[in-house]
């Protein structure tokens, strides 16, 4: 084909129109059919015209049918399972073989000499004192870290 033909054939598709009728009829007995052709008795034109969205409707987000195989809840699940908990285990763990450790400490500081004193000669009694205060503070965060290890177990359950 030459150029021309190829041009008169885009003007003429250019020119036609999107639509299509269809033709809804009814026969004697009630009975709907559609054709492209009109009805020779009784009938209702329908313009039909493609759609301009696209094709797939779209589901509303957090609907479980729509999540999918590998959807947020299993995305949580698998954080909570591989890395979540194993963590938070590791930092309960973690924490009470600090206070472990700073309770050795003050236990092994032995009897006071002059390369133990403490700066500023403190009396002994302030060092327990001050050692008490570290214990208690390591301890609250230590159940603290438990507290959130149980909230992560729990959601783990829910889910």
Known sequence: MNPVRYAL???VLGCMSPAWAVYKCTDATGKVSFQDAPCPGQGQKIEVRPGTRGATP??????????GAFGATWQRKNYLQTKGIPQARAAVERSQRECAATGEVAAHAGPLRRGNLPAGNQPVQDMAAKAAEAKAACDAR????????QDLEKELAGL
């Open 9 to 11: 054939w885009l003007v």
């Open 58 to 67: 779209v589901q509303a987000p957090g609907s479980v049918a729509a999540e």
């Open 142 to 149: 230590t159940q603290s870290l438990r507290e959130q290890l």
